[in-house]
């Protein structure tokens, strides 16, 4: 495969290197392991923590919406989003297993054993664009730890200069209460199939799930051949082509959560990180 973005050589290591996955699972008995992508980095990616996730659009899709429980936070009040959301022939009548408003969800983390069946019950954790940034303050460490459960964030309608806005009860300032379940469905839909990952702001390395040790293993291939393009492209700007050039890649690795670090490339310089879970255990 000539088109792979780190050469035909990588090409031949990764595809050998998911082989010895594959059979290493199953004489574990587990025929579905997932694969996870070690990329060692060369530079800082941000200054600050970040707690939004980015998708990365994949050729080959690691799940269905439908096999996921997902929650959502909303802002106050609900029932602008819940009826349009969960009504019946919505495109999300069965998306969302349950919908609580920020205020709820506020209140639910005062108890620690509430949180602790929250990151045990879901998935998947989504919240409104506008309400996201509250929530690291609100869920606490545990759906931040090493990025597992980090909540994925949402726009409840498509941006539009001539959006209709509404005047709240208790103030005069204008809202925007759009809900396109439609557009709803096809976030979701993307969350839940394509790969994910958080910048770091500390360390060089990246852990991001690619396929299973079920899966052919070109077809693997090619799921990493898009996560590293969407990395280094400059087209993916500006949520993506964060690595700016295929240089400040280092050495790139593979395994399951349960192996050793397996090469697709060796630089020498470069220390594989071990121990590395995925940022993304859904």
């Known amino acids: 495969m000539s088109s792979f973005i780190l050469g035909d050589e990588a090409y031949k290591n990764g595809r050998k290197s998911i082989k010895s996955l594959t059979a290493n699972s199953r004489q574990e008995g587990v025929e ?8 060692n980095i060369k530079i800082q990616l941000t200054q600050t923590k970040d707690y939004t996730p980015r998708v990365i659009p994949l050729t080959h ?3 269905k919406l439908e096999n996921k429980s997902v929650l959502l936070v909303t802002k106050d009040p609900s029932t602008p989003y819940r009826q349009a959301l969960t009504e019946k022939d919505s495109p999300t009548e069965d998306v969302f297993n349950q919908i609580y408003t920020l ?23 989504v919240a409104d664009n506008r309400v996201h940034k509250f929530l690291p303050g609100t869920l606490g460490a545990q759906f931040y730890l090493k990025n597992k459960k980090v909540p994925f964030m949402v726009q409840m309608a498509k941006p539009s200069y001539d959006a209709q806005l509404t005047k709240g009860k208790k103030s005069h300032k204008l809202k925007d209460d759009r809900c396109e379940p439609k557009y709803v469905k096809g976030q979701m839909k993307s969350i839940a ?20 040790t079920s899966w052919l293993d070109k077809d693997v291939m090619k799921n990493i051949d898009d996560i590293l393009r969407y990395l280094v492209e400059e087209k993916f700007k500006p949520v993506g082509g964060v690595l700016r050039s295929i240089n400040n890649i280092g050495g790139v690795h593979l395994k399951t959560s349960e192996s050793i670090s397996l090469p697709i490339l060796i630089k020498e310089e470069e220390k594989v990180e071990e121990g590395e879970d995925s940022d993304f255990e859904f």
């Open 193 to 212: 199939g394509n790969a994910s990952f958080i910048p770091p702001c500390n360390g060089n390395c990246l852990s991001i799930k690619a396929g299973y």
């Open 61 to 63: 899709k690691l799940d």
């Open 32 to 39: 579905d392991a997932a694969i996870y992508l070690i990329i």
């Open 103 to 125: 205020t709820k969800l506020r209140s639910l983390a005062k108890d620690p054993k509430k949180i602790y069946k929250l990151f045990k019950e879901f998935d998947i954790v």
